[in-house]
């Protein structure tokens, strides 16, 4: 399509949103593709950028040995080196929404990885929104996050947080579980507790919903920081 066509379409005066994600057990790819659904409904651009590991990272990884070794390596922050993203996440955009889940307490390793590597040519000058999946515990993620991203010079107006709906200590242990290879779902005892791993149904509807929301709030050049984007939803 050419500029003028774009012009007479309209689709010059859309905004246009990139989402660079990374996505280890396919909650945070979840929770992406819902809220970019609801940009698209408002009638916004997205360019989607997920982010892969320079060597593969599997779920589960298979035993509890394992996913102890793995909670104390990323505890301390443990780069994970990623492969190279493409030239399309150096475009000008309205918006970036950097999505990830939390590994013990903080950003996982591939977007630590691309914040070192990357962060100064995505994000600086850009409005930043970030989109956390977690367990439950995400505020010091949240503050790492954010700190990283204004030194890459970002300006950071709101935030997203997903927290997995099932009550502790259930969760923490199911989900060590689930890591491990295990099905604490079908387990007698703990799947009376925890009936599934990750995000719910209403958790995926509602990041679409905000997805609107963000994407009307965009075309109306309404401020991003006046909107509330937390809810009994997304933080039961």
């Given at each position: 399509m050419t500029e003028r066509n774009k012009i007479e379409n309209g689709a010059a005066s859309s905004p246009r949103v990139l989402i660079i994600y990374y996505s280890f057990s396919g909650q945070t790819m979840s929770l992406v593709s819902r809220l970019s659904m609801g940009l698209k409904e408002a009638g916004v651009e997205v360019v989607l950028e997920k982010i892969k590991t320079a060597t593969p990272l599997y779920f589960p990884v298979s035993s509890?040995?394992?996913?102890?070794?793995?909670?104390?390596?990323?505890?301390?922050?443990?780069?994970?080196?990623?492969?190279p993203i493409s030239d399309r996440c150096m475009g000008e955009f309205d918006l970036i929404i950097v999505g990830g889940p939390t590994w013990s307490y903080n950003p996982s390793g591939p977007i630590l990885s691309l914040l070192d590597r990357h962060g100064t040519q995505i994000f600086k000058g850009k409005e930043v929104v970030p989109l956390i999946s977690c367990r439950g515990y995400w505020r010091m993620h949240w503050w790492g996050l954010r700190a990283?991203?204004?030194?890459?010079?970002?300006?950071?107006?709101?935030?997203?947080?997903?927290?997995?709906?099932?009550?502790?200590?259930?969760?923490?242990?199911?989900v060590f579980l689930k890591i491990a290879g295990k099905k604490p779902e079908k387990a007698p005892f703990i799947g009376s507790h925890y009936s599934f791993f990750g995000h719910s149904k209403e958790q995926n509807r509602e990041a679409r919903r905000l997805g609107r929301e963000i994407g009307q709030a965009l075309i109306s050049k309404k401020n991003l920081s006046t909107l509330t984007l937390r809810s009994d939803l997304s933080l039961p």
């Open positions: 509890i040995p394992r996913t102890v070794k793995m909670m104390i390596t990323t505890f301390f922050r443990q780069r994970i080196p990623i492969r990283k991203l204004v030194k890459c010079g970002a300006v950071i107006s709101n935030y997203l947080v997903f927290s997995h709906p099932h009550a502790e200590p259930w969760r923490t242990i199911g």
